[in-house]
C-alpha cells in the first residue's frame, strides 16, 4: 500500500501542525477524507510561514504605492524605481527555527533563500545584511549558536560572491535558544521586463531547474511556525543543505534565461518547496498546474510523493515557459552544471495537479557605565561578526561595515560603453529595531523601528525609498500575543505613512518561543525588524558616523537635551533604554512617544545640510543615548570630542544615556559658518531644535562637562578596548577564518 494515503489523523495533524477544525475545513472542500500527501500539503500551505492565516488581516493595512513603487507586495520581491534606468528589487526573510537548532546551515540557507527571491525577479544580487537575536553569550549554548549563525552567514555569502554590508546583532535573554536570523538582499534588476510568478499560457510547460531534490528540509515551513522544545532537536530533517557555489551558477543561469524572454512566470522553491511554488504560481496567475512527480531530479532513491511535495532542499527553480523553448532553456542550466527537467504543463482549471493529489489552489561614575554600556553586546562593535564577512566583493561596497549607519553600494552604469566605470550614485539599506521598546509599547516600537531606519539613511545622505519588513513575534493564538502583532502592525503602517516609504513585501515568522523544562513557555521579546532602501544621488557626498576634524563644532539636531528634563512629555527616556537594562537589570516603563511630524522635518533638514557640505559627519542616537553615540563618532573618526552642558534642568543620567527618536549628531567644519547660519534659520522655522553641545578635539580622549564640573573623561584606548573586545571577550577571541584575513 502506498504510505502517502495511510496514517492516523490524530497524530499526522500533530506532525503537520493542523488543528481539528483544519481537517473539518479540508474535508469540507475536498468532499472527502485527505490522504497523507495532501494533509501535507495543506500543512504547508496552511502554515503562518506560508500563509500568514493570522498576520493577513494586519499587513493589508500597511501603504504599498509610492511614485517609486514599481513592484509591491505579492511577488517574490518587492522593485523600485531608482531613476537613469536602474531598478532595485530587495527583500528580508528569516530563517529562525532552523538557526536554533542547525545553526550554520540554518543561516546559510536562508541567505541562499532570500538570494532567490531577488534574481527570480531578473535581478543580480548586489548586496546582503542581517539583523540577529541572540541570548545573553555568557550562555556556552548562545554562544554556540551565534558562532554557527556568523560562520553560515558568512561561508554562503563568501562563497557565492555577493558582499555582506550591514546589519545589526542584538542581545537578551528572551532569545536564548530561539535567535533571530533575518536576511535581507538587493539586487539591480538586470532584464527590460520583471520576472513575475504567476502562471501563464495553458498548455505551456513547467520546467525545473537547479539542485536535485532529496529528503532534507523536510516540513521546513510547519516547522517554522511551531513553537521550539528540546524535542526541536530531532526536526534536524528539516533544515535544509545549502551548496553556495551551485548558487553562484544558478544566479548566472537564470538571468542569461530571463533576458532570453524564454520565461514567462518563475518562482523560487523555498518554503514548502514544490507544493508552495506550484500553487503560488497557480494562484497567482488565475490558472491551475500539472506537476509529475516522476520527472523531478532525485538525489535518493525511494522518496515519496509527501517527500517531493514538501522537501525543502536548496538551489531551486520553477518556470513557465513558452513552448518549443524548454530545450534551449534547459541547455543553459545544464551548461553551469545544473538539472533541468520539464515537470509538467499549465492548466485551465484552477487546480494544482499532483499525480493523484488534486487541491483547490549598583552605583558607578557616568565614565564607567559608559564603559559598561560599550560593552554590552548589544551596543558593542560588530566586528568580530562582520571581519568574516567579504563585504567588498564585487567592488562597490562604498563605506565598510562599521563606518556608517547605513550600509552603501554603488551603481555603476549598465548599459553602453560605460558599465564599467565608477557610478556618481549608489543604494544605501539598513535593518532596524528597537525590540526592547516592542515589547514595551508595540505601537511606539513600530514606529520606532521605521523612524530609526529611516533617520539611518539620511546620516549618510540618502533618501529613504521603501520598506521591506520581517515580523518576528511569538504566539499570537494568546491574546497578548496578537495584541503585540495587531499593534506593531499599527505602528509600522502610521510611521510608513508619515515618511513616505511603502511597504513592497516582507516576511512573518509567528510561534518564535521556546518550552522550558519545566513546561513554560518563554516567548521571544516581539521583533518587526524593518529593512529599508535609499538613493544616494552623489556618493562623493556620502557621510560616515566618525569625526573629520579637530576644531569643528559639534551639534545636536531634533530634540534637544532639555527635552529630558521631567514633565517634558517623556520625550527623551529611560524607559526600555540600555542604561536600564544594562545597568539595573530592567526592561520596564513606556519609550518616548515619536513625533513623525518632526522626524520628517528633521530628516529633510539634515539631507539638505549633507546636500550642501555643511556637515562633515552625522550619526543617530539609539541604543545608548548621547553618550554612547559621542563616544562611537570618537571611536569611528579616531579623534576625541568635548561636549559641555548647563548645569541644572535635566537628571544626568537621562541627559547621558536617555533613548528617544527624532535626535542626530552632527559635526560641523570650520569653513562653513555662513551656510551653516542659513541652516540653523531654516531649522528654527521648521521646528527642529539645534543645540552647540562642543567641538571635536585633538587629544584622543571624550570629556563631558557640566557647567564647571566633569561628569566623565575617558581616553580613546579605554572606550576602544570596551567597545571593540566585548564580545571577543565573551567568544573567546577572534574568529577562526574571519575576512579579510588578520594581517
Known sequence: ???????????????????????????????????????????VMWSEHCCYRNSRPLLAQFPTSGPRILVGPGE???????????????????????SAVEPFQGAATGVGGIL??????????????????FGPLEDPRNAGLMEGVVAGIAHYGNCVGVPTVGG??????????????????????????????????????????????????????SFASAELSAASLDDRPAVQVGDPFLEKGLIEACLEAFQSGDVVAAQDMGAAGLTCSCSEMAAKGGVGVELDLDRVPARESGM?????????????????????????????????????????????????????????????????????????????SKRWVWRQYDHQVQANTVVPPGGADAAVVRLRPQQGEGAMAPGHRGVAAVVDCPNRWVALDPERGGMAAVAEAARNLSCVGAEPLAVTDNLNFPSPDTDTGYWQLAQACRGLSQACLALGTPVTGGNVSLYNETRLSD??????????????????????????????????????????????????????????????TVIHGLCT????????????????????????DLVA???????????????????????????????????LDRLLFGESAGRVLVSVPVGVAAGWRQLLSEAATAGVAATRLGEVGAQPELMVSLGADTLLRLSLESLRDSFEGAIPRRLGGQPRGDWPPTE
Open 589 to 612: 516603563g513606556r519609550p518616548p512617544r515619536i513625533d513623525l511630524d518632526l522626524e520628517v522635518r528633521l530628516l529633510e533638514l539634515l539631507r539638505c545640510a549633507i546636500g550642501s
Open 168 to 221: 545589526e546583532v542584538g542581545f537578551d535573554p528572551s532569545y536564548s535558544g530561539n535567535p533571530l536570523v533575518n536576511a535581507m538582499a538587493l539586487g539591480l534588476m538586470e532584464t527590460e521586463d520583471i520576472v513575475r510568478s504567476g502562471a501563464a499560457g495553458i498548455g505551456y510547460p513547467v520546467v525545473y531547474v537547479g539542485s536535485t531534490t532529496g529528503r532534507d528540509g523536510m516540513g521546513g515551513a
Open 76 to 98: 517574490n520581491a518587492g522593485v523600485v524605481d531608482l531613476g537613469e534606468g536602474q531598478r532595485l528589487a530587495f527583500k528580508i526573510e528569516s530563517h529562525n527555527h532552523p
Open 304 to 380: 515519496t510523493a509527501y517527500e517531493f511535495l514538501l522537501s525543502e532542499s536548496q538551489e531551486r527553480m520553477l518556470f513557465v515557459v513558452k513552448p518549443g523553448r524548454e530545450e534551449a532553456l534547459m541547455e543553459r542550466f545544464r551548461r553551469w552544471g545544473l538539472q533541468a527537467a520539464v515537470v509538467g504543463r499549465v492548466l485551465v482549471e484552477n487546480v494544482v495537479r499532483v499525480l493523484r493529489v488534486v487541491l483547490p489552489g549598583g552605583l558607578l561614575s557616568w565614565g564607567e557605565v559608559l564603559l559598561r554600556l560599550l560593552d554590552d553586546p548589544t551596543i558593542a
Open 1 to 43: 500500500m502506498d504510505p502517502t494515503l495511510t496514517f492516523s489523523v490524530p497524530d499526522a495533524l500533530r506532525k503537520e501542525g493542523l488543528s481539528q477544525a483544519d481537517y473539518d475545513e479540508i474535508v469540507r472542500r475536498l468532499g472527502r477524507a485527505p490522504n497523507r500527501a495532501e494533509l501535507g500539503m495543506f500543512g
Open 617 to 651: 559627519s552625522a550619526h543617530d542616537l539609539s541604543d545608548g543615548g548621547l553618550a554612547v553615540a559621542a563616544a562611537e563618532a570618537c571611536l569611528a573618526g579616531g579623534l576625541g570630542a568635548f561636549l559641555e552642558f548647563p548645569a541644572g534642568g535635566v537628571r
Open 519 to 580: 513546561g513554560r513557555l518563554q516567548p521571544i521579546h516581539p521583533t518587526p525588524v524593518v529593512g529599508m532602501v535609499g538613493l544616494v544621488s552623489d556618493l562623493n557626498r556620502v557621510r560616515g558616523m566618525g569625526w573629520r576634524q579637530p576644531g569643528d563644532a559639534i551639534w545636536l539636531l531634533g530634540l534637544a537635551p532639555e527635552d529630558g528634563a521631567a514633565g517634558s512629555d517623556d520625550r527623551i527616556s529611560l524607559a526600555g533604554s540600555s542604561y536600564q
Open 116 to 133: 532567490r527571491d531577488i534574481f527570480t525577479m531578473g535581478a543580480r544580487p548586489i548586496a546582503l545584511l542581517n539583523a540577529l537575536r
